[in-house]
């Protein structure tokens, strides 16, 4: 798993250290926020990272501290070795010369432009002869898809015509590194998921340092080659989507992981580790560990059995949980059964997510026809139970043993939709799947154009 980069250990504000690509995007931030102290380190090389987090975590204030539009207490801002911000040298590029094209969370297009004459605003301060820049508009008219919307208002285009747009004249300059605000938040979920495909695809033959923020982890599960998780202003994990489903840094990725996540202590007993919970709970795991650990399990490797009732597998694949082969009296009493009614139902297509009031809670995903036949429903009696190898350990470094950070048991958010990753669930991006719950939209103002000043008429 990726290690986090720790901003507070770093004396004085520099440049994150290291090898330095010469296209790489290098971020040291500092700012005493109303709420929150940010303190942010971030290397971005030609890849799509994606910076999540709830609102008000500082996510917005990095993105904007990169492209000229706010200014930190304390910043080192690099691209490319060409420095964009530093505090201590008193060095502040205006945003019109640090060559980045930024895309707001609505499109931010002018409603009184044309599609062509928002895409070529884009082109603005940089002198360029009127053929020029209508042969630049057309060229990206043409590669996004929207040529036929040359003459039409924004009010007439949908809302993923609105975003094609809005990159386009994000594009329009070539910039050097480009950065999102949440690109697909204003969108619904039909638009969304075909604008994530697109936007995938032009991000890749883009090949730039590109910087995307989101409140959304599903969001950026197929658009992100790296995930940066931030919460109240600091970086607590960065890695794959796969390295933050695998291993959660602590209980807060686990829920924006939509993981099962509970702390206890690990003891070998023959074959077999197992868990105890602090509640007292027993769990048994096949991975070897002793010490302090969270004991992960995704909800889609859980069966769920109606109580009473004839019993079906979410998956083929997963057989019904067992007391473990014990080589003791101990380990012969030990299995991951969890039982109590269920407190929460939310359907996501072809996927339900049932939430179990059990001793600790538990989240488990199963196919809606088969929720159906169990009867699913609040307040049925179930029974969820996994195997031994269906767990995960996950080490608590800072408390002997063996890796990563655990902390006390936190179940997965129900009302997230569940993970691209689970094998009941299949994306179009599937080639780059990711994990990721669903937050609310936040009660954000809407954003305004990059550059001050009315538009053109």
Known sequence: MSAVPDASAASGVSAVSGARRTDQLDIVVRHRLSRIELDVRLAVGRETLALVGPSGAGKTSVLRAVAGLFKPDSACIT??????????????????????????????????????????????????????????????LDRYGIADLRDSRPGKASGGERQRAALARAVATTPDVLLLDEPLTALDSMTK??????????????????????????????????????????????????????????????????????????????????????????????????????????PWAVRLTRDGADSLPNMPSVEPAAPPAADSAASAAVANVLRGPVVHVVRFGSVVRVTVGSDPPLIVELPAEQADALGIERGAAVTASWPPDAARLVIDASRLKLGPASSRPTPAPPDSPPSPRSPLRSTAAASRARSWPSRSKPGAPSPRPARPGAPPD
Not at 100 to 123: K, S
Request: hydrophobic share 40%; charged share 25%.
């Open 79 to 140: 691209l490319r070795g060409r420095t964009l911000t530093d505090t201590a040298r008193h060095v502040d590029l205006p945003p019109e010369s640090r060559h980045v094209g930024l895309m707001f969370q609505d499109g931010a297009l002018f409603p009184h432009l044309t599609i062509a004459r928002n895409v070529e605003y884009g082109l603005r301060p940089r002198p360029r002869k009127r053929g020029e820049r209508r042969a630049r508009v057309d060229e990206l």
């Open 193 to 298: 998921a075909r604008v994530s495909r697109e936007l995938a695809q032009w991000l890749a033959d883009l090949g730039l340092p590109t910087l995307l923020v989101s409140h959304d982890y599903s969001d950026v599960v197929g658009l992100a080659d790296r995930i940066a998780v931030i919460d109240a202003g600091r970086i607590v994990q960065i890695g794959t989507a796969a390295d933050l489903q695998r291993a959660p840094a602590s209980p807060f990725v686990a829920a924006f992981v939509a993981t099962n996540y509970f702390r206890g202590c690990a003891r070998r007993d023959g074959e077999l580790t197992v868990v105890t919970l602090p509640q007292g709970r027993r769990f048994a795991c096949s991975s070897p560990a002793t010490g302090d650990v969270a004991f992960v399990v995704d």
